[in-house]
């Protein structure tokens, strides 16, 4: 995974999330907007075919496909998630994302 270069700081500034990461041939690019102790907001974009293997994490995240369409797998169920819609992978639950297409996320998690 490439984490994108960072820019300026984005506070106050109104943006297209999407406009965020650029597709990258090959590859997952990523890059944190918010970073605290109470959670992360991440932008990525992923190339078709790209992906992440299954893998738990020990709190509620939600997904939002900005562009193009991804394959979201929870606890073994595929879900095709398509740009303008979200879903959220539950606490403790094996989930897995790959590309259908290019598609760029927001990824949004809360730790408490």
Same mark, same amino acid.
């Not at 994108?4 to 943006?15: I, M, N, Y």
């Given at each position: %995974?490439?984490?994108?270069?960072?820019?300026?700081?984005?506070?106050?500034?109104?943006?297209? *999330?999407?406009?965020?990461?650029?597709?990258?041939?090959?590859?997952?690019?990523?890059?944190?907007?918010?970073?605290?102790? *109470?959670?992360?907001?991440?932008?990525?974009?992923?190339?078709?075919?790209?992906?992440?293997?299954?893998?738990?994490?020990?709190?509620?995240? %939600?997904?939002?496909?900005?562009?193009?369409?991804?394959?979201?797998?929870?606890?073994?169920?595929? !879900?095709?998630?398509?740009?303008?819609?979200?879903?959220? %992978?539950?606490? !403790?639950?094996?989930?897995?994302?790959?590309?259908?297409?290019?598609?760029?996320?927001?990824?949004? %998690?809360?730790?408490?």
């Amino acid at each position: %995974m490439k984490k994108a270069e960072q820019r300026e700081d984005l506070r106050g500034k109104a943006l297209k *999330a999407k406009d965020l990461v650029a597709y990258d041939k090959g590859a997952v690019v990523s890059r944190t907007i918010i970073e605290k102790k *109470a959670g992360t907001v991440t932008i990525f974009s992923f190339d078709k075919g790209q992906g992440l293997s299954e893998h738990t994490a020990p709190f509620d995240a %939600m997904v939002e496909i900005l562009d193009g369409e991804a394959e979201i797998i929870i606890s073994g169920k595929p !879900n095709k998630v398509k740009a303008g819609k979200f879903i959220i %992978m539950p606490a !403790n639950k094996p989930h897995a994302l790959k590309a259908v297409k290019r598609f760029k996320m927001a990824l949004i %998690m809360i730790r408490s």
